[in-house]
């Protein structure tokens, strides 16, 4: 806050002249506790306001602050699996990461913590991702090019091949070599779709 003004030393002197020095200091006392209590209040506020934030946080959110700034990040994945990266692309199901000579998909229920750069200011995560789109959609749009894909199981278990098809749950691939033989994956079963080329 600021200090007393010019003005204010003028109207303490008037009432100092018309009331005494003593009511005229008690008068400025309790103008002193009002601002401090208004400043306790403040402070009250925006602990409240931040505690209220952290509530509504959620793993989405993070990650979209963090998309935000453009910072690259390190996640940790069901199964020990780690991938860095930045943040290319976020679902309401799932989280696109770009990093060196592959494009990464893991989907959300697979992440198992979010890390940060050293230094990185924290993230509340109390936004909305502002998007429908799941990972069915993207595996949809692999198979109509014919994508190259690897899908990486809950088991432990990948699948590599070519994208062919996708329904309301499931994926078909054209497994790589051998035989034409194509394996049909169940979407909830996929943790991560590493996309070649």
Avoid: C, K
């Avoid at 989405?60 to 991938?83: P, S």
């Avoid at 109390?126 to 198979?143: F, K, W």
């Amino acid at each position: 806050m600021d200090g007393p003004s010019a003005n204010d030393s003028d109207e303490s002197a008037t009432v100092a002249g018309l009331l005494g020095d003593a009511l005229a200091a008690r008068i400025d006392r309790w103008a002193a506790d009002a601002r401090v209590d208004e400043a306790a209040r403040l402070r009250a506020r925006e602990r409240w306001l931040r505690h209220q934030a952290e509530e509504e946080g959620s793993l989405a959110g993070v990650l979209a602050d963090v998309a935000e700034r453009g910072a690259a990040v390190a996640l940790h994945v069901r199964g020990g699996r780690r991938h860095r990266g930045e943040i290319a692309a976020l679902g309401s199901d799932f989280v696109a990461l770009r990093s060196v000579g592959a494009d990464l998909i893991v989907a959300l229920h697979a992440v198992t913590s979010v890390r940060t750069l050293p230094g990185e200011a924290t993230t509340i995560g109390d936004r909305s991702t502002g998007t429908s789109h799941r990972l069915v959609d993207v595996l949809a749009g692999l198979a109509v090019e014919r994508a190259a894909v690897v899908l990486v199981l809950a088991d432990g278990d990948a699948v590599a091949g070519v994208a062919v098809s996708v329904g309301q749950d499931v994926v078909g691939v054209r497994v790589v070599g051998g035989a034409a033989v194509t394996a049909y994956v169940p979407v909830g079963a996929i943790v991560e779709v590493l996309v070649n080329g």
